[in-house]
Every structure is written in C-alpha cells, then in structure tokens.
C-alpha cells in the first residue's frame, strides 16, 4: 500500500521559516522523483519544487526560488521542503507526490502535476502578515 505522509505544517508570521518531510512507504522511493505542489483556496495546484531520484536536479517554481529548498534523503525514505522568508501568499495546502517513472528532464515536467502517480493528504502552511 503506497503511502505519502506530511508533516511539518503550521502557522507563521511573514519573514518566518518552516520545514515540511514526507515520508514514503509502498514503492521503490529511491527509484521515484518527488515532488511539493501547494493549493490555495479557489486557486489550481501548483507545483512548488521537485527533485530527481539521487538529488543532483530540482525544479522550482519561478515563485519560490531563492527561497524554497527541496531535498531527499533516500536512506530514511524521506523528501523534505526547507521555506523560508515566507508570505501570506505562501499560505496554502502544501502536498507531496511521488512520480514512479522519472525521466527526461525535470525542469520540463517537474511542476506539473499529471506526472505524479501518487499523492499524500497535504499539511496545511498559513503565513500571517
């Protein structure tokens, strides 16, 4: 049974910084790249950051980059989301994905969504002005 569990949400003031980790569990994790998508409310899901299988490529979201940082550490099975200097804007649902096959560029296809084959339940990150 494939499951994706977040965790690491939260409420926080602007300027202010949280790590979100996603744990993998019922798929070759170390054979899958990753990936962080946000939804708002009344706003499409959008791809935030994505990570190839050993971590050498990563997308980024033209809106996050410079502040965001994705990452993975396959020995525990787990994907993680450094933000800082968060927004208001930032607040959102914050999803993570795991796409079992994992080819071709990622810059190309990180950020969309119809190339991830699995999903977790999302943990919610509000940012406060």
């Known amino acids: 049974q494939v499951q994706l569990v977040e965790s690491g949400g939260g409420s926080v003031q602007a300027g202010g910084s949280l790590r979100l980790s996603c744990v993998a569990s019922g798929f070759t994790y170390s054979s899958a790249c990753m990936g962080w998508f946000r939804q708002a409310p009344g706003k499409e899901r959008e791809g935030v950051a994505a990570i190839s299988t050993g971590g050498a490529s990563k997308y980024y979201a033209d809106s996050v980059k410079g502040r965001f940082t994705i990452s993975r550490d396959n020995a525990k099975n787990t994907v993680y989301l450094q933000m800082n200097s968060l927004s208001p804007e930032d607040t959102a649902m914050y999803y993570c994905?795991?796409?079992?096959?994992?080819?071709?560029?990622?810059?190309?296809?990180?950020?969309?969504?119809?190339?991830?084959?699995?999903w977790g339940q999302g943990t919610q990150v509000t940012v406060s002005s």
């Open positions: 994905a795991a796409a079992a096959r994992c080819g071709g560029r990622l810059s190309a296809w990180g950020g969309d969504s119809r190339e991830y084959h699995y």
